[in-house]
């Protein structure tokens, strides 16, 4: 059976790419975000919806008898740490309303992303299990993590099927906005249009990323998992490979790209260090049977040839 798709927070980096890869197996797509698109090249209908307004969320699901909700609204680890109360209300406001809109109607199953945000050194992070201690370092992480136990909450008194996978920085050629992570693409992008690149992580922080095409697939995976093979309440971790900046730039030049990097540690290098250098995602590949496609030589390959 098909699904009808409601997706909320299209615009960002995954938005565009999640449409793609739902359209192409036949679901039914309606993309939303708070701001209208330049130009519609989504490739299906487009409504500007406030992940905020439970009632117009409610009334979009119950018009197009939606059947799973994509809630990608959210504002990410460095953006998030200018205004902490307003990535509280923004992150948790959204997450709630999706699942209050949602309870009761054809809505069967919300996909809600989590991050390697909900970390800390206390997780222990050279390589980080999926149940381990976690004291988030931005108000980003805490909402994750909240997010987290609440729809355990909600999947363990059967009010709503929640899935989540805690993803690392993702890789794509669409831009990614305000996460610690972002170095990634910019760097790509950098390289591609010839130019230098400052850092604002040091050369040596290593962080788990994954392509995003793999980031799809696993989300995919999940949702046609039956709920009876998913051994957890809350979300999963999920891993490709790691990098670091001054590995990601040669594998860049590996490619055949003059690159001049340049360092310039900022505040996100202290969210970085809090971060995961390895993700174990040993329970995902076992209840999902997924596994990766792309490594990082593929994936940047792959990335600049889209750019
Ligand atoms: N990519 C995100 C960030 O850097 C992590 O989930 O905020």
Redesign the pocket.
Same mark, same amino acid.
């Given at each position: 059976m098909n699904n009808r798709v409601l997706i909320i927070g299209a615009l960002g980096?995954l938005g565009g790419i999640f449409i793609n890869a739902l359209l192409k197996r036949g679901d039914f797509v309606l993309a939303s975000d708070i701001h209208a698109p330049n130009s519609n090249t989504l490739g299906c209908d487009f409504i500007i919806l406030d992940a905020l307004n439970e009632k117009k969320i409610n009334e979009i699901i119950l018009k197009h008898n939606i059947s799973q909700v994509y809630n990608f609204a959210a504002v990410?680890?460095?953006?998030?740490e200018t205004d902490p109360m307003k990535t509280w209300e923004i992150n948790m406001g959204a997450f709630l309303n999706v699942v209050k809109a949602s309870l009761g109607t054809s809505v069967n199953c919300i996909f809600w992303?989590?991050?390697?945000?909900v970390f800390s050194e206390q997780s222990g992070l050279d390589l980080v299990r999926n149940e381990v201690p976690m004291f988030p370092t931005?108000m980003?992480g805490v909402t994750?993590l909240a997010g987290e136990k609440a729809m355990s909450y909600f999947n363990t008194k059967g009010l709503i099927d929640i899935r989540s996978i805690?993803?690392?920085? $993702?890789v794509s050629s669409s831009e990614?906005g305000?996460?610690?992570?972002?170095y990634v693409v910019e760097m790509l992008n950098a390289a591609k249009q010839n130019m230098n690149y400052i850092s604002p992580l040091s050369e040596d922080t290593v962080l788990p990323m994954m392509h995003v095409e793999d980031a799809v697939s696993a989300t995919l995976k999940l949702m046609d998992t039956e709920r009876e093979k998913i051994s957890i309440s809350g979300a999963y971790n999920l891993g490709s490979f790691e990098t670091s900046p001054k590995q990601w730039s040669e594998i860049i030049a590996s490619l055949g790209y003059e690159l001049k990097l340049e360092f310039n540690e900022d505040f996100r290098q202290s $969210?970085a260090d809090s971060?995961p250098k390895k993700i174990d995602d040993t329970l995902f590949r076992k209840d999902i049977s997924w596994l990766p496609k792309f490594d990082a030589k593929s994936t940047a390959e792959d990335i600049l040839r889209l750019i």
């Open positions: 980096q990410l680890s460095a953006k998030g992303p989590s991050s390697i945000a931005t980003y994750k805690r993803f690392p920085g $993702i990614p305000g996460g610690t992570t972002d $969210i971060w």
